[in-house]
């Protein structure tokens, strides 16, 4: 059966982006949704690296696991395996732009485009600010996230 493949974006795939692999994949299986879920960044600055301890940290509390997750940037072949390719940020999504093949580009969007009722439509950077950074991207990314598995739902894949 083929299952939806769907590639959270951000900068150095170390917060953002691993929290929505995070919490994508525990609200899609308590959905009854089968799909393969993975992270990636724009920068290969922190290749390997665990997720950051204060996502890891925000992230767990909410019962959220980080199991397995290592920073890796985003390939070429990306864009051809994954039917979803979801932006936090727009320069997030203006760097995948600038090398998606055209034929791929129908599948970058910005992740908040899942939640329209949100009156933002990027996560913000955590990386530098405080720890209620990261909760505000936990709500953010909980709301996308059932937006999004409405809206694979409704595909029918
Ligand atoms: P992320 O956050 O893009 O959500 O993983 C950042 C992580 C690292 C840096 C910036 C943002 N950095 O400058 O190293």
Known sequence: MTVPKVLFIC????CRS?????????????????????????????????????????????????????????TRADF??????????HDNLSALS???PDAHKFKLALFLDYAPQLSI???PDPYYGGLDGFDI????????????IKAIEARQF
């Open 18 to 74: 691993p929290t929505a692999e995070a919490v994508f994949k525990a609200r899609a299986a308590a959905a009854g949704l089968s799909a393969h879920i993975e992270s990636a960044g724009t920068s290969g600055w922190h290749v390997n690296e665990a997720p950051d301890p204060r996502a890891i940290d925000a992230g767990e509390a909410r019962g959220y696991s980080f199991a397995g997750q290592a920073s890796r940037k985003v």
């Open 137 to 148: 991207v936990l709500d953010l990314i909980e709301a996308a996230s059932d937006g999004l």
């Open 121 to 123: 439509r990027e996560v």
């Open 80 to 89: 051809g395996s994954f039917d979803y390719i979801l932006a936090m940020d």
């Open 11 to 14: 900068l150095g795939n170390i």
């Open 98 to 100: 600038d090398i998606c």
